[in-house]
Structure formats: structure tokens, C-alpha cells
């Protein structure tokens, strides 16, 4: 019995998880069934550009199984369009991950659940919804600082 695979991290779902073509009743087409992990590998790898390191790093992969998540993403997408099938988006082992959000604000940093449309929080200190994502990896890598710090009268 083959081993089950690991959870792969994503960090968007998709906004819309069907795609047909037009003109077409949906009762008519065959569908191809593309996993969120496949989707998400398309999305790091065609969508923003990155190398397969990075987009390895960012789905926590290695390189190689990134490869044969990419291969069959590729194919799916690939029979669907040469084929007229509908694709549909769903299923596969992943987890959501949080992001790192900066209040423009007051500066407080924070995780949030990730979302299809952007970023939806709230600072949970001041209850502003102007927030900018931080940098990905590991905590402290590719954060930005603050543009203003408050210097109390105290301490000079």
C-alpha cells in the first residue's frame, strides 16, 4: 500500500474552482478534476514567474515532487483544452496557510488565514483594515520595517 502524500501549503484558493468552455452546456462536457496543490504550483510557477526553488519552498516540496505536481497540473490543463472538457478545482492534500500582515497604521504585525481575493484582516490592535503582507519564509525574512517609530520624551 503505497504511503499517503504529505500536505502541500497553499496559500490562495482559487477565486472561481470551475472553468468550462462557452457555449457549451455544462451537461454536455467531460470534466478534468485538478487538485488545489496542482493549481497552486501553476499558480507560483506560470502565474507569478518563480523558479521551482522558490515555488518548492513557498508549497513546502521538495524540487522534485514540485516537478511531478507541475507535470501533472500541466497535462490536466493541457487535455482539457485540446479535449473542450471542463476543469474543475478541488481536493488534494493541502493545508491554507496563515500570512504576515503589517498594520500601516499602528505597525502591529500579525498572521492571518490567507484569501482568495487578498488580504480581508483587520489589525487586531486598532481594528484598521489598511494592512500590507509581509514578505514569505521564515519569520524575519523579507519583513519590512516600520517607516515611523514613536520615540518617547522619556528616553532621550
Known sequence: MPRPP?????????????????????????EVVLAVDEFEALRLKDGEGLDQEACADRMKVSRPTLQRILSSARE???????????????????????????????GEEFEAPSNTRGPDAKCPSCDDGDVEKLGHGRRGRG???????TVDENDQ
Open 6 to 30: 504529505k500536505t502541500r501549503r497553499v496559500e490562495f484558493l482559487p477565486p472561481t474552482d470551475y472553468f468550462k468552455p462557452a457555449g457549451v452546456p455544462l451537461r454536455d462536457l467531460e
Open 143 to 149: 519583513r519590512r520595517r516600520r517607516r515611523w517609530e
Open 76 to 106: 490536466k490543463v493541457a487535455r482539457a483544452l485540446v479535449g473542450g472538457h471542463a476543469i474543475r478545482i478541488e481536493g488534494g492534500a493541502y493545508r491554507l496557510a496563515k500570512l504576515r500582515f503589517q498594520c500601516q497604521r499602528c
